[in-house]
């Protein structure tokens, strides 16, 4: 699987737009990109995933780059709630696992 | 539906010491993946079970062991307990693909709520 990068952590104003970013340069043709979050050492929750298409769903927005190297997930109006922990995640379809990086470290301020 | 539950939630061992932590999966899933995490890391994969065998492994020691029984539910082992074995132990189940597991949510593992460890 291919890896990924984030920055460590980011901050964002109550009520803004959240957008965090994603470096996954070496990803191949059948890899997807998917995004959990973590939020006080419960376990991941899903939050939205894609090819090559933006996506989006009731949680945030998805935007992968033409050329598949880089990703945004975009959460339109933060709340104190979606202060956790964010990864970014490369795999396979087929395949079961997933591999975590460090993630990112979101700080949503009143 | 109960989701992904484990136990216990958490759990003191000395060095040396073998520990067994239980699993059970989301009903309707017959996948169980492990990871241990760290403080200040991301989850890292230590294998897979399904039809109670393992199928995936991660860059785990053989003191990590683990079983799948009959009702999917399943155990992780650890021996000979060392200091850096401290961590939160999740737990995420999941449908096989070759079952119809991948829905529009993609591959979906739902992950419980972690044991945490620690090895003094």
Redesign the interface.
């Known amino acids: 699987d291919a890896k990924t990068t984030q920055p460590p952590s980011m901050d964002c104003a109550e009520g803004r737009a959240a957008n965090l970013p994603c470096n996954h340069s070496t990803i191949s043709g059948n890899e ?1 990109v ?1 995004w959990y979050r973590q939020i006080h ?6 939050i939205i ?1 894609g090819l090559k298409n933006n996506e989006t769903n009731e949680m945030a927005s998805l935007i992968i780059t033409e050329d598949r190297k880089s990703s945004t997930l975009i959460l339109p109006h933060a709340t104190l709630r979606d202060t956790a ?1 964010y ?1 970014c995640i490369v ?1 396979v ?11 990112t470290k979101l700080n949503v301020k009143p | 539906d109960a989701g ?1 539950t484990q136990s216990p939630t958490h759990l003191i061992k000395t060095r040396g010491q073998q520990v067994t932590l239980r699993c059970s999966p989301k009903s309707g899933h017959d ?1 169980v ?1 492990w ?1 241990q ?1 760290a403080l ?6 230590i294998f ?1 079970y ?1 039809e109670e065998e393992e ?2 492994r ?1 860059n785990f020691p053989d003191r990590f062991s683990g079983h799948q029984f009959p009702n999917y539910s399943s155990e992780l082992n650890v021996n000979a307990l060392l200091l850096g074995d401290s961590a ?1 132990y ?1 737990c ?1 189940s ?1 449908r ?2 070759s079952k119809g597991g ?1 829905s529009r ?10 044991t ?1 460890l620690t090895v003094t």
């Open positions: 997807y998917y050492s419960q376990g991941p929750q899903y995933h922990v990864y795999r379809q087929s395949f079961n696992k997933f591999y975590f990086g460090s993630g | 992904v996948t993946s990871y995490q200040g890391q991301g989850p890292q994969f897979q399904y199928r995936q991660g939160l999740l995420a999941g096989d693909p991948i949510r993609g591959y979906e593992q739902y992950f419980g709520p972690g945490r």
